[in-house]
C-alpha cells in the first residue's frame, strides 16, 4: 500500500467515524426531554442549562477533554440535572479509563455543592489521567458479577454512571439496578446507546470483551431490549409499572433509567 493511498484510507476512516455520531443536536428537545423526565419545568431546565453552560466554558471542556468517547457537553448536562434531582451523598462510575467523564461528573459536585459526595470509579486497569487520588476512590475490580453486593448494597449510589461495553457486565449491572432501586432513589445513566451504533446482527460473541468498537456495534441497546422485553425500536422511551427510562438524542446516546416515586 503506497503513501497516497494509506492517507485516504486513513481519511476515509475519519470521516465515517465523525458520521456515526451528530455533531449538532436540538437545544429545544433536548430541554424538553429533560423537563418531561426530570419533572422539571422548561423554564427551570433552560436555567439549569445556561449554569452549566458556564462552567463547560470556564472549564474549557472541548477543548481539554473532547466531545468523543466521553461525555459530550448534553450528555454531560443530563448528569448535572441529575444531580440536582437526586442531591447523591455517594455516586460510582463503572468504566473509569483517563477519567474524562470523571473530571466532569467531580466538577458537577463541586459546582452543584456537593462536594462531600464521594466518588468512587471502577475500572480493571489504571490509565487515570485527568483527576487525582484525593478527589475520587478508583476501585480496580471487575464488579460484573458482584455489582448488587459489592456496589449497591455497601455503598448505596443515588448516582450511577455506566460507561462499559461488556454484554455480560452490562447485563448484570441494569438487572440488578433495576430490582434494587424498586426500594432505593437512585438514578442510572448509560452511555452509547444510541441507535446510531446499535447493530441488530452483532457478529461478535458476547463473551469477547475486546472486540467491541462502533463499526461492531455495541450490546447496550440489545441488553436494555432483551430486561425491558421490548422491541429495539420501542426502547427510547419506556414506562413500566416501577421505571422510566429515557434514551435521549445525544451524540452517543445517553439513557437514564429512574424509579418511579412511590405512592405510600
Given amino acids: 500500500m503506497n503513501k497516497f493511498t494509506q492517507i485516504k484510507k486513513k481519511i476515509k476512516g475519519l470521516l465515517t467515524q465523525r458520521s456515526i455520531f451528530p455533531d449538532q443536536i436540538s437545544q429545544e428537545l433536548l430541554i424538553r426531554q429533560a423537563a418531561e423526565f426530570f419533572t422539571f419545568t422548561e423554564e427551570d431546565v433552560q436555567i439549569h442549562y445556561k449554569e452549566y453552560k458556564q462552567l463547560h466554558i470556564a ?124 426500594g432505593n432513589s437512585s438514578i442510572l445513566a448509560i452511555h452509547d446507546c444510541s441507535p446510531l451504533i446499535y447493530k441488530s446482527h452483532m457478529k461478535i460473541d458476547k463473551n469477547d470483551i475486546e472486540s467491541i468498537t462502533s463499526q461492531t456495534g455495541v450490546w447496550e441497546r440489545h441488553v436494555l431490549s432483551e430486561l425491558f422485553q421490548t422491541p429495539n425500536n420501542r426502547i427510547d422511551e419506556l414506562h413500566t409499572q416501577t421505571h422510566h427510562m429515557r434514551i435521549f438524542s445525544t451524540s452517543h446516546g445517553l439513557a437514564l433509567i429512574m424509579p418511579l416515586q412511590r405512592k405510600d
Avoid: M
Avoid at 471542556?61 to 448535572?80: D, P
Avoid at 463541586?110 to 478508583?138: M, N, P, R
Avoid at 464488579?143 to 443515588?158: A, E, I
Fill in 59 to 182: 472549564k474549557q471542556y472541548e477543548a481539554q477533554l473532547g466531545e468523543r468517547k466521553t461525555l459530550c457537553f448534553e450528555e454531560a448536562f443530563l448528569l448535572y440535572l441529575a444531580v440536582l434531582r437526586n442531591q447523591p451523598n455517594n455516586v460510582v462510575e463503572i468504566g473509569t479509563q483517563y477519567g474524562k467523564s470523571t473530571r466532569r461528573i467531580l466538577d458537577i459536585l463541586q459546582f452543584t455543592g456537593h462536594k462531600s459526595s464521594q466518588l468512587t470509579c471502577f475500572d480493571i486497569v489504571d490509565e487515570v489521567k485527568y483527576f487525582s487520588k484525593d478527589e475520587a476512590v478508583l476501585e480496580l475490580y471487575d464488579v460484573t458479577n458482584s455489582f448488587r453486593d459489592h456496589v449497591l448494597l455497601r455503598l448505596k449510589p443515588g448516582l450511577i454512571y455506566l460507561d462499559a461495553h461488556p454484554y455480560w457486565l452490562l447485563r448484570n449491572v441494569i438487572s440488578e439496578f433495576l430490582d434494587w432501586s424498586r
